[in-house]
């Protein structure tokens, strides 16, 4: 008999990679063989885009040719420009960006081709695209005029400058961008396996990437950042240990804690919470930092768990002045690198993705006409 299915497919090897890697225990995280601490801080969004999408960090040549394409990139297709604002008024943000990404598919140019050029061109656009959708979908939905992409600007300063209407500080941008990079991609996650699994089929790109907005959506995924941030406005701040002690007696999930793959801190985490710090003193209210220190604390004295990259990643947005419901679509504005990079390198050497099965149902049933039942 056959052993029995892994739950959760956990430590299943479901596909090879040459994107991204883990070391769950050591806590460690590398893009195609660069230790994440290397690159955050120091190597920008557009960078590690390419470094993802190319295989390669750029030189200056090819980060200047790679960010004029993004600029090309970065305009909405009709379908999209005719649609976003009744979109933005019925449906929420996930939701509406996983129709926009879905009807600019087909303004697409390269739509119908899967070669690696094509699809590398299709990587650039949808990174591109990505925070404009998220900046126009919150302007349409407030009602509110936002200032068009300057294509002198990076994709971090340029979304921080459409949602806040503010031009950024350098150092808001700087936390921003190092934010996306640490965002980037994250092996086989819900996500990305979702991609690989549509794009196995052969299926395009973007049917891919709609795919994984739809995982990203879901609040075990995606949506945990968001969860922290109305904890966090949910606690007096007074009471912090408290609360979540009796939340944990309760049985209760605190979102933001705890990884499937590390045993250790989350490296993601390590950087996120030194930015929520200097933001937070920023501000001159570093309320929710404080908060979300003591429930650290409180929470690996109680249950030996680590936050992971959503825990931090909620008071950094916070403190940008993101809307805490666009918490998880900006996560897809940086994972959209990662995304692209992994439906290229699935088609590159692909195989459908058809794992089995266990049956557990009845056995052996007889039919019964149905007046005899």
């Not at 297709?77 to 600019?104: C, F, H, W, Y």
């Not at 998220?134 to 949602?163: C, H, K, M, W």
């Not at 990643?313 to 419901?325: C, E, F, K, N, R």
Request: charged share 25%; net charge negative.
């Amino acid at each position: 008999m056959a052993d029995k299915p892994t739950k959760g497919l956990a430590d299943v090897v479901a596909a090879s990679t040459a994107l991204s890697d883990i070391d769950g225990q050591a806590g460690r995280l590398f893009y195609r063989g660069y230790d994440i601490h290397d690159l955050a801080g120091r190597t920008s969004f557009e960078e590690t885009a390419h470094l993802l999408q190319h295989g390669t960090l750029p030189d200056r040549e090819q980060l200047t040719d790679y960010g004029a394409e993004l600029v090309r990139g970065r305009d909405l297709g009709r379908l999209v420009q005719d649609n976003l604002a009744e979109i933005a008024t019925t449906m929420k943000p996930m939701e509406a960006l996983r129709t926009l990404v879905s009807l600019a598919a087909a303004d697409d140019p390269d739509k119908d081709s899967n070669e690696p050029e094509a699809n590398r061109r299709k990587a650039a656009r949808l990174t591109a695209q990505q925070p404009t959708l998220v900046a126009r979908y919150q302007a349409a939905r407030t009602g509110t005029e936002i200032p068009d992409p300057d294509p002198d600007l990076s994709i971090a300063a340029n979304f921080l400058l459409q949602i806040t209407g503010r031009t950024p500080s350098d150092r808001a941008v700087e936390i921003f961008d190092e934010a996306l990079v640490l965002h980037a991609d994250h092996t086989m996650n819900a996500s990305t396996f979702a991609a690989r699994v549509c794009a196995a089929t052969l299926s395009d790109m973007h049917s891919a990437i709609v795919a994984a907005i739809g995982t990203l959506k879901g609040p075990l995924h995606g949506g945990a950042n968001e969860q922290v941030m109305l904890t966090l406005e949910s606690i007096d701040p007074s009471g912090v240990a408290q609360t979540v002690r009796d939340k944990l007696a309760a049985g209760e999930k605190i979102m933001g804690f705890g990884h499937r793959v590390y045993k250790t801190e989350d490296p993601r985490a390590t950087h996120l919470r030194k930015m929520s710090r200097e933001l937070g003193e920023a501000s001159g209210d570093d309320t929710y930092y404080r908060m979300s220190k003591e429930m650290e604390e409180v929470v690996f004295a109680e249950k030996g768990l680590y936050p992971n990259v959503d825990f931090f990643a909620a008071t950094v947005y916070h403190y940008l002045g993101i809307p805490t419901d666009l918490f998880t679509p900006v996560f897809s504005v940086s994972r959209m690198a990662g995304w692209t990079a992994h439906v290229i390198e699935q088609h590159a050497d692909n195989r459908l993705i058809r794992p089995d099965s266990e049956y557990i149902g009845e056995r052996d049933q007889k039919w019964i006409p149905i007046d005899e039942r």
